[in-house]
């Protein structure tokens, strides 16, 4: 018999690996694999927050403006 599908999936958390927090969402994320060269550099925890880098930064001047 097959394990019953968890509905609320999290990724575990590995403490010794590093930690950012993603501008867009503010979510936090660890260092993966693929990152290994460019740790660095970065700064977006998924694609999706990345296409969405301008839609935030275009409503935080929006608001800010008199």
């Known amino acids: 018999m097959l ?3 968890a509905l609320s999936f999290q990724m575990p958390h590995h403490p ?4 950012k927090v993603c ?4 979510r936090p ?6 990152w290994k060269d460019v ?3 970065v700064r977006y925890c998924s694609d999706r927050c990345r296409n969405h880098r ?3 930064a275009s409503t ?3 608001t800010t403006s008199p």
Do not use: L
Request: aromatic share 12%.
């Open 16 to 19: 010794d690996r590093p930690t």
């Open 29 to 34: 994320f660890q260092w993966r694999k693929k």
């Open 54 to 56: 301008n839609r935030m």
């Open 23 to 26: 501008p867009v969402c503010g």
């Open 39 to 41: 740790w660095e550099e």
């Open 60 to 62: 935080e001047d929006s």
């Open 3 to 5: 394990p019953p599908i």
